[in-house]
C-alpha cells in the first residue's frame, strides 16, 4: 500500500543515527583541547559511536533495500528532488565512509578502542604506519566537517518545506503530523 510516510523501521534508524552523529561529533569536538591521556579516553567515546554508526548505517541500508520508500513529492521543483536525492547519497557515503576511515587510521596507528569498556575492537588488518594513519585521520575530520555543514543543509530545507512551503514534507519521517502527497 503506498504511502507518504517512511516506515517505522526507517525513521527510527533515521533518528538513531542523526542522534548518534552528533554526539559524535559533540565528543568529538570536548575532546580537542584535552591533555592527551583524557582525550584518549573521550576519543575511545567518538570511535564506539563510530562504530554503532556503521552497523546503523548498514542495517539502514538494508532496510532501505528492502523496504519501499515514499517517493518524491510531484511538486518540488526538479533541483529540490535532485538535491535531496544527492544529498541522501552523500549522506550514506559519509555514514559509511567517516567510520570505515577512523577504523583503518585508527589501525595504522595501532591504536585500539574498546565499546565503551564492553570488549575490545579489533584493528583491522591495515599497514604499520603512523603518518599515512594520522593523514588518513585528518581527512576524516574534515569529511566529518563537511557531514555537519551538510545536516544543517539538510535541516534547513526540512525547515524551509514545514514553514515557507508549508507542504507537510516534515511529517514524512515523523510517526505524527500528516504529510501530504
Request: aromatic fraction near 8%; charged fraction near 15%.
Amino acid at each position: 500500500m503506498p504511502t507518504n510516510r517512511y516506515s517505522t523501521g526507517a525513521m527510527i534508524l533515521h533518528w538513531a543515527i542523526a542522534i548518534a552523529v552528533i554526539v559524535s561529533w559533540r565528543v568529538a569536538e570536548s575532546a580537542e583541547h584535552l591533555a592527551r591521556e583524557e582525550k584518549e579516553a573521550v576519543m575511545g567515546n567518538h570511535m564506539a559511536l563510530g562504530m554503532i554508526i556503521l552497523v546503523l548505517t548498514v542495517v539502514r541500508l538494508a532496510w532501505r533495500l528492502t523496504h519501499a520508500q515514499p517517493p518524491l513529492p510531484v511538486h518540488l521543483a526538479r533541483w529540490e528532488a535532485a538535491l535531496a536525492r544527492t544529498i541522501h547519497v552523500i549522506f550514506y557515503v559519509l555514514l559509511v565512509g567517516l567510520p570505515l576511515a577512523g577504523w583503518i587510521g585508527t589501525s595504522m596507528e595501532r591504536e585500539g578502542f574498546s565499546m565503551f569498556g564492553l570488549f575490545e575492537v579489533p584493528l583491522l588488518p591495515a599497514p604499520d604506519d603512523r603518518r599515512a594513519g594520522h593523514e588518513l585521520l585528518e581527512v576524516h575530520g574534515t569529511a566529518g566537517t563537511i557531514m555537519i555543514y551538510l545536516i544543517g543543509l539538510h535541516i534547513l530545507g526540512a525547515l524551509k518545506h514545514h514553514f515557507w512551503d508549508k507542504d507537510g514534507m516534515l511529517w514524512r519521517m515523523l510517526p505524527f503530523g500528516t504529510p501530504k502527497g
